[in-house]
């Protein structure tokens, strides 16, 4: 047996004993999320097909996996699902314009040694692309601090009824700022842990710290890294602004029921 069949058998059991139910389907969320990819990836090579369309449908399929399926429809998972994709929708535009803007599209000189043999003629638009990548790469973090925000401010509505709009947004905001900090070393150790091996390899060629910076490889990963940021900073206005909104007309129409 792999060690890749251990590892599944070893996620699975300490999701299961930790997570209970949720944890089993958090575990088959694992491979819809890599068929949905796989199959974004199929369409995003004919070059009939606008990459910018299948990534906002897979996007969208994606955060419905990630919420609804895991954790179920409810008022919580709602909210986090419009939160999530109207972020995604702000950020995919600011997106091309930055990946068109600092031309990092397309393949780096450290891969032409690899791809030299094939031709790069594919007829795919490569800027949209690129952006479709970063998104793709963003979309898990954006979810993640959507529901993490979402959730406990359903508890707090619920424990103080008659808490105002304002005060429900800060303290939603509140929870966001603890969380801001955290995901975004997240995402700047995943970069480095990933690409530990590129940034050995420089060090082995000589490269000097500008020629490493201005490597297109290395500033494709800091735009994806910092356009995540961007968008997990973004996500907890627009999470704590709707989540508000949301609980409270849910919340007057419970009143207006009873009455």
């Known amino acids: 047996m792999s060690v890749l069949v251990w590892l599944a058998i070893i996620l699975f059991i300490l999701m299961v004993v930790i997570g209970g139910q949720k944890g089993v389907r958090s575990f088959i969320a694992l491979f819809f999320n890599f068929v949905i990819l796989i199959i974004s990836i199929l369409f995003m090579a004919d070059p009939s097909i606008d990459p910018i369309i299948v990534t906002l449908?897979?996007?969208?399929?994606?955060?419905?996996?990630?919420?609804?399926?895991?954790?179920?429809?409810?008022?919580?998972?709602?909210?986090?699902?419009?939160?999530?994709?109207?972020?995604?929708?702000?950020?995919?535009?600011?997106?091309?314009?930055?990946?068109?803007?600092?031309?990092?599209?397309?393949?780096?000189?450290?891969?032409?040694?690899?791809?030299?043999?094939?031709?790069?003629?594919l007829g795919v638009d490569f800027v949209k692309i690129a952006a479709s990548v970063i998104i793709m790469s963003t979309i898990g973090a954006i979810t993640d601090v959507a529901i993490s925000i979402s959730s406990p401010m359903r508890e707090i509505y619920r424990h103080n009824p008659d808490i105002s709009q304002k005060s429900l947004y800060q303290s939603g905001v509140s929870i966001g700022k603890d969380i801001l900090g955290t995901s975004t070393n997240t995402l700047f150790f995943a970069f480095f842990g990933g690409y530990m091996a590129l940034l050995i390899w420089f060090m082995d060629l000589n490269y000097s710290f500008g020629e490493i910076v201005n490597s297109k490889i290395f500033s494709g990963e800091m735009v994806t890294i910092l356009a995540a940021g961007i968008g997990v900073a973004l996500v907890i206005p627009i999470t704590s602004w709707v989540t508000a909104l949301v609980l409270m007309k849910a919340g007057a129409k419970e009143e207006e029921k009873e009455e």
Not at 74 to 85: E, Y
Not at 106 to 121: L, N
Request: glycine share 4%; proline share 0%.
């Open 57 to 121: 449908i897979a996007t969208t399929i994606l955060s419905c996996i990630n919420l609804f399926y895991i954790n179920e429809i409810n008022i919580k998972t709602k909210t986090a699902f419009i939160s999530t994709m109207a972020t995604i929708i702000a950020l995919l535009l600011f997106i091309i314009f930055m990946t068109e803007s600092a031309m990092i599209q397309g393949f780096s000189e450290e891969q032409i040694e690899e791809i030299k043999g094939f031709s790069v003629y």
